[in-house]
């Protein structure tokens, strides 16, 4: 292990070796936080700490993956070998749920419903709530998470809102909205955080069997954690004090997603015997770059003062540069990408505070021929066909799935339109059934009345068979259903296999050539749902526990990066925003329109909290690049249609003087 650790400098084998106390790492940006976390699993490994009982939180399973990869590396292991749990919070929290999902109101085979799924479970609530109010579902889906995140039931959320009508109707579909994920057999991801909580906090025993079960704890990003989140730390790590966590109070910059930075400030209050390390050796970029953003970050007050510094001897000055407008603002960009990094586009990046700011750089790139990759758009899980294709595979894991019905019994169309719906419900009704499993009885009794008398019992198989003279003109989509039932039941059947079941038997393809514009759309969407099976091949899941697992995997996947997508396509400029950005690196970086309003953005100057996340927002932005940077503001933006005078971002007088080489375009 000692050759192991001489890979390290002096303070992150500090922080590696200390395992006898709770230890705070404070990493400054390029400081190597991913190096000291896998090195420290790997050392806890040879200094005996049986993998099985540690514990690694990430915030993404791309992360993950690659940390678990490194440590296995280290340790001469094939990957895939160590029995350690390393993955996001909420990997974590379904694992603990599907164990002890009794404990929490849950049944082990709950189906876990992503942002769409949800937006269309309000739309339905909505519908039901007549007070005269109208709020779109993302709102109200805005609105339940941000209270979930901040541990607030229905009731707290009334308690400690202006109980306005806006506010009471909030209320309303909230607690509607969590009665019926409970009728469902449902969580959010939200949940998947705030019913492991509440498992630890109202069971005891529980609580110890899992503590004793996850003897160090490590967590990553901790400065992106959240109120549940680190509850659910402090309940497992609170006996045996055996945790380590690693972060950077500069780099939070994700409140709008329920992160706090006062948990860092928490950790240090109920850890006070916690070991602090910083580290602020930088391993990306040159020392002017470091030295502007130190003194950027330095005027956020009440923060653990650190200062990055790196033996990187190369000077080249920051580039400030005023442009006449923004149309100049991109012709600039261009001038100098074509005339200094034409050989290396993929190694440069532009950063805009607002999606909206590409628009004018996009028009230019194409005007002039610069090939670029624009993060953003639709995501892959989160496109029309693979949406349905997973909304077929939810309802058969869990026959409760009332949201995944709706999306698919129209789907490819059968004629069941609002009035049809409302003719099952009726039916429903009348034999008792909710009304997703009123759909799934009836499919049972179309390929096999025994199995369907076992589900229903003899009462309701009863009025069922009583009323299936009326469910005639609903034939197609219960064939539908009992073909991919049929399926499902055998014990070889796999994800992949249902998938291509639906495309051929359903005459899904078929429906998608009708519904397109063009032939491209339809082979671009046909193409999506074939890369879903493909991934699916590769799982080797069987039978409805391997559904569950898959869908699991699936659900759990956080949002997929398009810069991944597009990472096999080389020569190419980024354009992205500044939150995308994190984490990322760039030889050369240009941040546009750093003006008043912008950068900061104008909602946040009213707020000392809200400026002081814009400025470390702008430091993330700094920080990309490793050797030069580039900081544009236009003296004249259009903005809401009129062309007004800008003033440059309050930020750049915090930029001493001689780091910048000042320029003036147009």
Same mark, same amino acid.
Request: proline share 4%; with cysteine; glycine share 4%.
């Given at each position: *292990?000692?050759?192991?650790?001489?890979?390290?400098?002096?303070?992150?084998?500090?922080?590696?070796?200390?395992? !006898?106390? +709770?230890?705070?790492?404070?990493?400054?940006?390029?400081?190597?936080?991913?190096?000291?976390?896998?090195?420290? @699993? $790997?050392?806890?490994?040879?200094?005996?700490?049986?993998?099985?009982?540690?514990?690694?939180?990430?915030?993404?399973?791309?992360?993950?993956?690659?940390?678990?990869?490194?440590?296995?590396?280290?340790?001469? !292991?094939? =990957?895939?070998?160590?029995?350690?749990?390393?993955?996001?919070?909420?990997?974590?929290?379904?694992?603990?749920?599907?164990?002890?999902?009794?404990?929490?109101?849950?049944? +082990?085979?709950?189906?876990? =419903?992503?942002?769409?799924?949800?937006?269309?479970?309000?739309?339905?609530?909505?519908?039901?709530?007549?007070?005269?109010?109208?709020?779109?579902?993302?709102?109200?889906?805005?609105?339940?998470?941000?209270?979930?995140? /901040?541990?607030?039931?229905?009731?707290?959320?009334? !308690?400690?809102?202006?109980?306005?009508?806006?506010?009471?109707?909030?209320?309303? @579909?909230?607690?509607?909205?969590?009665?019926?994920?409970? /009728?469902?057999?449902?969580?959010?991801?939200?949940?998947?955080?705030?019913?492991?909580?509440?498992?630890?906090?109202?069971?005891?025993?529980?609580?110890?069997?899992?503590?004793?079960?996850?003897?160090?704890?490590?967590?990553?990003?901790?400065?992106?954690?959240?109120?549940?989140?680190?509850?659910?730390?402090?309940?497992?790590?609170?006996?045996?004090?055996?945790?380590? #966590?690693?972060?950077?109070?500069?780099?939070?910059? =994700?409140?709008?997603?329920?992160?706090?930075?006062?948990?860092?400030?928490?950790?240090?209050?109920?850890? +006070?015997?916690?070991?602090?390390?910083?580290?602020?050796?930088?391993?990306?970029?040159?020392?002017?770059?470091?030295? $502007? $953003?130190?003194?950027? @970050?330095?005027?956020?007050?009440?923060?653990?003062?650190?200062?990055?510094?790196?033996?990187?001897?190369?000077?080249?000055?920051?580039?400030?540069?005023?442009?006449?407008?923004?149309?100049?603002?991109?012709? =600039?960009?261009?001038?100098?990408?074509?005339?200094?990094?034409?050989?290396?586009?993929?190694?440069?990046?532009?950063?805009?505070? *607002?999606?909206?700011?590409?628009?004018?750089?996009?028009?230019?790139?194409?005007?002039?021929?610069?090939?670029?990759?624009?993060?953003?758009?639709?995501?892959?899980?989160?496109?029309?066909?693979?949406?349905?294709?997973?909304?077929?595979?939810?309802?058969?894991?869990?026959?409760?799935?009332?949201?995944?019905?709706?999306?698919?019994?129209?789907?490819?169309?059968?004629?069941?339109?609002?009035?049809?719906?409302? !003719?099952?419900?009726?039916?429903?009704?009348?034999?008792?059934?909710?009304?997703?499993?009123?759909?799934?009885?009836? /499919?049972?009794?179309?390929?096999?009345?025994?199995?369907?008398?076992?589900?229903?019992?003899?009462?309701?198989?009863?009025?069922?068979?009583?009323?299936?003279?009326?469910?005639?003109?609903?034939?197609?989509?219960?064939?539908?259903?009992?073909?991919?039932?049929?399926?499902?039941?055998?014990?070889?059947?796999?994800?992949?296999?249902?998938?291509?079941?639906?495309?051929?038997?359903?005459?899904?393809?078929?429906?998608?050539?009708?519904?397109?514009?063009?032939?491209?759309?339809?082979?671009?969407?046909?193409?999506?749902?074939?890369?879903?099976?493909?991934?699916?091949?590769?799982?080797?899941?069987?039978?409805?526990?391997?559904?569950?697992?898959?869908?699991?995997?699936?659900?759990?996947?956080?949002?997929?990066?398009?810069?991944?997508?597009?990472?096999?396509? /080389?020569?190419?400029?980024?354009?992205?925003?500044?939150?995308?950005?994190?984490?990322?690196?760039?030889?050369?970086?240009?941040?546009?329109?750093? #003006?008043?309003?912008?950068?900061?953005?104008?909602?946040?100057?009213?707020?000392?909290?809200?400026?002081?996340?814009?400025?470390?927002?702008?430091?993330?932005?700094?920080?990309?690049?490793?050797?030069?940077?580039?900081?544009?503001?236009?003296?004249?933006?259009?903005?809401?249609?009129?062309?007004?005078?800008?003033?440059?971002?309050?930020?750049?007088?915090?930029?001493?003087?001689?780091?910048?080489?000042?320029?003036?375009?147009?």
């Amino acid at each position: *292990m000692t050759t192991l650790l001489d890979d390290l400098n002096p303070q992150q084998k500090e922080a590696v070796k200390e395992i !006898k106390r +709770p230890v705070l790492v404070l990493a400054g940006a390029g400081a190597g936080k991913t190096r000291v976390i896998t090195y420290k @699993i $790997a050392y806890l490994i040879t200094e005996g700490f049986d993998p099985k009982n540690i514990l690694g939180l990430t915030f993404t399973k791309k992360a993950a993956n690659e940390m678990k990869e490194r440590v296995t590396t280290l340790l001469g !292991k094939p =990957y895939g070998s160590l029995p350690l749990f390393l993955g996001t919070f909420h990997a974590f929290g379904a694992s603990i749920l599907r164990r002890y999902a009794r404990y929490v109101g849950l049944e +082990p085979t709950f189906t876990i =419903y992503d942002e769409q799924d949800q937006l269309n479970l309000i739309k339905t609530l909505i519908k039901t709530v007549d007070m005269g109010v109208s709020v779109q579902p993302s709102v109200v889906a805005h609105y339940i998470k941000r209270a979930k995140l /901040s541990l607030m039931s229905p009731d707290d959320f009334l !308690k400690q809102s202006q109980q306005d009508r806006f506010d009471e109707f909030i209320y309303e @579909i909230y607690k509607r909205y969590q009665r019926r994920l409970l /009728s469902l057999n449902a969580v959010d991801f939200a949940d998947l955080l705030t019913k492991t909580l509440e498992l630890l906090k109202s069971h005891e025993p529980v609580r110890k069997t899992l503590s004793n079960r996850y003897k160090y704890i490590l967590v990553d990003e901790y400065q992106d954690t959240n109120p549940p989140q680190y509850e659910i730390i402090y309940l497992l790590a609170k006996d045996h004090r055996n945790i380590c #966590v690693v972060g950077d109070e500069d780099q939070s910059i =994700y409140s709008f997603r329920g992160a706090t930075v006062e948990n860092i400030a928490k950790f240090c209050r109920d850890f +006070p015997e916690h070991r602090l390390v910083k580290l602020e050796r930088n391993y990306r970029s040159t020392q002017i770059i470091l030295d $502007a $953003a130190n003194e950027v @970050i330095s005027k956020n007050p009440n923060r653990i003062p650190k200062k990055l510094w790196t033996d990187r001897d190369e000077n080249i000055p920051i580039k400030l540069v005023a442009t006449s407008d923004a149309t100049l603002q991109a012709l =600039y960009i261009i001038k100098e990408i074509t005339s200094k990094f034409k050989d290396r586009l993929n190694e440069v990046a532009v950063l805009y505070r *607002m999606n909206y700011e590409s628009r004018i750089i996009e028009e230019a790139f194409l005007k002039y021929g610069i090939p670029y990759r624009l993060i953003g758009g639709v995501r892959f899980y989160e496109r029309m066909e693979i949406k349905d294709m997973l909304a077929y595979l939810k309802f058969i894991a869990n026959p409760k799935d009332e949201v995944s019905l709706l999306r698919i019994i129209n789907v490819p169309t059968r004629g069941i339109g609002p009035k049809a719906l409302e !003719k099952l419900r009726e039916l429903a009704k009348k034999v008792r059934l909710d009304f997703a499993p009123f759909v799934y009885a009836a /499919s049972l009794l179309a390929i096999d009345e025994k199995e369907a008398q076992r589900f229903l019992g003899d009462s309701l198989f009863k009025r069922l068979k009583d009323v299936s003279s009326q469910l005639e003109r609903f034939s197609n989509l219960f064939e539908d259903l009992a073909t991919l039932i049929v399926v499902s039941q055998a014990q070889d059947s796999t994800p992949s296999q249902l998938i291509q079941t639906i495309l051929s038997d359903l005459r899904y393809n078929r429906w998608l050539e009708k519904i397109s514009s063009d032939d491209e759309e339809v082979q671009s969407r046909k193409q999506n749902v074939y890369e879903l099976i493909n991934l699916a091949k590769h799982k080797p899941y069987k039978g409805l526990s391997g559904l569950n697992q898959f869908l699991e995997e699936i659900a759990l996947i956080e949002e997929a990066s398009e810069l991944e997508e597009e990472s096999k396509v /080389s020569k190419k400029v980024t354009l992205m925003t500044m939150h995308s950005a994190k984490g990322l690196e760039f030889e050369t970086v240009f941040i546009v329109d750093a #003006v008043e309003g912008v950068i900061p953005h104008q909602k946040s100057v009213e707020s000392p909290l809200q400026l002081q996340e814009e400025r470390r927002l702008f430091y993330v932005a700094i920080t990309r690049t490793k050797r030069y940077l580039y900081i544009l503001y236009p003296q004249k933006m259009t903005y809401l249609g009129n062309i007004v005078e800008t003033i440059p971002s309050r930020f750049l007088n915090d930029i001493p003087a001689h780091l910048v080489e000042y320029e003036v375009y147009g």
